[in-house]
């Protein structure tokens, strides 16, 4: 199945799978992995030095021959040193510069004059018109869901709708993305392509520190948006973390006293409360450093090369979209235009609000009786198995919630019957295998809905809901078949 989009076209990219510039994180080995497995990476080079920026172009470009682009970030950066780096950016003649928080229309008009594609990242539909309207040429829309320094408050979905209902050019998504099954959604809800941080944040080819790649292995679905990771930025940036010492609040009022350093990059000290995220060339406090992830952090198991995850984001897109689309059953005009939906056999809104409630009382419940699994774990790779589960009923409930608004329904706040009768049962291992009976039924029910869904968007998010408790049924399976020691 052919990936590409306008955007793809654009970019000179293959697949719809963006590498986030993100500061620190993303550099020449990562954004070249990336972009030469078909995707397209960015350079993140907020603050960064001329003669940084244009050592790592150099350095993709001898890994590379295929387009990349540099992310650049005018309102943390000093003017004087910006001006130095789009300077760098314009004499290396970079393909693409992507721009984020305060729109720099100075900038925009620049690198349009010079032939350098230009995008950028915003929070509304509002930010989105005036890029637009400034000369950007495609944007991305970055949901409240994403890691690092977050624009907007608005979640991914509606974010999503509001942006493409405000603008022409194409529109990439971000917020949350973690695997193929999340890109899927965001292409079904009219997205050209979706943005990854996390996800690559987890690499062999990251940048980041070793200690950050493996909070985001250990990740339980718990991330924390804060302003107390605010030195180098504007105030009031919120950016989305894992929990630590500080978002806990024992390290103090991230507003008060001097600046302290908790480590160091070669002769730079790294201050607490600083936007700084542990890289590999830095020492220190690690733990009390800024751990940016994004929602989607909890699904992410495995450190793989970057290309890897390229692959298999691609290859879960194409399962998910290459599965058969439900049967059509032809239908007189006269008589579609009484009860199109109940004629050729789909839902109507009023079965769908009571499927949806259905299935989100049962996620509910299954949320609620994983968090016990991960709590009373005996061990490190059950817990770990446990966190899956629960993240993905998490995300689950909250994709119904979103279903439901879009219908217009109200969503129930009933949690099932499920979790009762699986509390009741004693032994870790008895229960994981009573959550297992309980995904199966969800698993039927969805199959059954499924080909009665009219709505693409809400086909698209129950299909990528199918496809996750497959899996985790699968892995269930495989654990208590003995994949994992008895209890």
């Not at 405000?166 to 943005?195: C, H, I």
């Not at 390229?310 to 439900?326: C, H, T, W």
Request: charged residues 20%; aromatic residues 6%; glycine residues 10%.
């Amino acid at each position: 199945m052919d990936l590409r989009t306008p955007a793809c076209e654009l970019l000179g990219c293959d697949l719809p799978v963006v590498l986030a510039g993100m500061g620190g994180v993303a550099r020449s080995e990562l954004v070249a992995a990336v972009s030469e497995a078909g995707g397209f990476g960015f350079l993140g080079m907020v603050r960064e030095s001329p003669r940084l920026i244009r050592t790592e172009i150099a350095a993709v470009r001898a890994r590379t021959g295929r387009p990349f682009g540099v992310n650049l970030i005018p309102a943390a950066t000093d003017p004087t040193l910006f001006e130095a780096e789009l300077a760098a950016c314009l004499e290396a003649q970079v393909h693409s510069v992507a721009l984020f928080w305060d729109l720099h229309r100075d900038a925009v008009l620049r690198l349009r004059r010079a032939g350098v594609l230009v995008v950028c990242q915003v929070g509304s539909a509002a930010e989105a018109a005036a890029a637009e309207a400034a000369g950007a040429q495609i944007l991305i829309a970055q949901g409240v869901e994403a890691g690092g320094h977050v624009r907007g408050l608005t979640p991914r979905r509606a974010l999503l709708a509001q942006v493409l209902g405000a603008v022409k050019v194409p529109v990439l998504a971000a917020g949350g993305l973690a695997d193929g099954l999340d890109l899927a959604e965001v292409l079904a809800a009219g997205a050209q392509g979706g943005v990854f941080g996390t996800a690559f944040l987890a690499t062999e080819e990251s940048f980041a520190h070793p200690y950050h790649k493996q909070r985001i292995l250990e990740a339980d679905g718990e991330t924390v948006h804060t302003q107390a990771f605010h030195r180098n930025w504007p105030p009031g940036a919120y950016v989305r973390v894992l929990p630590n010492s500080v978002t806990r609040g024992e390290r103090g009022d991230p507003f008060a006293g001097p600046p302290q350093a908790i480590g160091a990059e070669g002769p730079r000290p790294i201050h607490l409360f600083s936007t700084d995220s542990p890289l590999r060339s830095m020492t220190g406090d690690l733990e009390a450093m800024a751990l940016y992830a994004g929602e989607g952090a909890a699904r992410i198991d495995r450190i793989v090369p970057a290309g890897e995850r390229v692959r298999e984001i691609a290859a879960e897109v194409r399962a998910a979209l290459g599965r058969e689309p439900p049967p059509e059953v032809a239908s007189p005009v006269c008589y579609a235009a009484e009860a199109p939906d109940l004629y050729m056999g789909f839902a109507d809104r009023v079965e769908l609000a009571r499927e949806l409630n259905t299935l989100l009382e049962a996620e509910r419940a299954g949320a609620q009786v994983a968090a016990s699994l991960v709590a009373e774990a005996p061990d490190a790779a059950r817990k770990a198995l446990a966190k899956v589960i629960r993240a993905d009923e998490v995300r689950w409930c909250r994709a119904l919630v979103d279903g439901l608004a879009a219908l217009p329904a109200e969503a129930s706040d009933q949690i099932g019957d499920f979790y009762g009768k699986a509390m009741a049962i004693r032994g870790w291992d008895a229960r994981l295998a009573f959550v297992n009976r309980g995904q199966a039924w969800v698993v039927r029910r969805l199959r059954e809905l499924l080909p009665r869904v009219r709505d693409d968007r809400l086909h698209a998010v129950l299909l990528a809901m199918l496809a996750a408790h497959e899996r985790n049924i699968e892995s269930a399976e495989q654990a208590l078949g003995g994949g994992l020691a008895s209890s």
